[in-house]
C-alpha cells in the first residue's frame, strides 16, 4: 500500500470522522473507505454515460465482470448498451444461406 499526503478540507474531514464514529473504525480505515466508495461512484457514472465499457468498468474496480454487474445494479445503474447498437450488431451477421 502507497502512503500519500493530501490536505482535506474541512467538511471532508468531518464526513471522515463521522463514518469513524458510526463505524467505529480508525480514520485512516474510513478515508480509504470514501476514497474507494467515491472511485465507484466515478467509475458507474463513466460506465452509465457510455464512457467505458463493462469489462474496462471490472478492470479498474479489480472486480469480476459478475462483481462488477452486482455492483452496478446495487448502485442502480442499467448496462449501457441501447437497443440501436444491438440493431446495429445483428446487422453485421450476414443471414445464414
Not at 485512516?28 to 457510455?50: C, I
Amino acid at each position: 500500500m502507497k502512503v500519500r499526503s493530501l490536505r482535506i478540507p474541512e467538511d471532508l474531514d468531518q464526513a471522515i470522522e463521522y463514518v469513524s464514529k458510526v463505524e467505529k473504525t480508525e480514520k485512516t480505515q474510513s478515508l480509504r473507505k470514501l476514497a474507494r466508495l467515491g472511485f465507484e461512484h466515478y467509475v458507474a457514472k463513466a460506465y452509465r454515460e457510455g464512457n467505458m465499457t463493462l469489462r474496462d468498468a471490472s478492470d479498474l474496480l479489480k472486480l469480476t465482470l459478475s462483481e462488477t454487474i452486482d455492483l452496478l445494479a446495487e448502485m442502480g445503474v442499467r448496462g449501457n448498451i441501447r437497443a440501436n447498437d444491438v440493431l446495429a450488431s445483428l446487422n453485421t451477421f450476414s443471414p445464414l444461406d
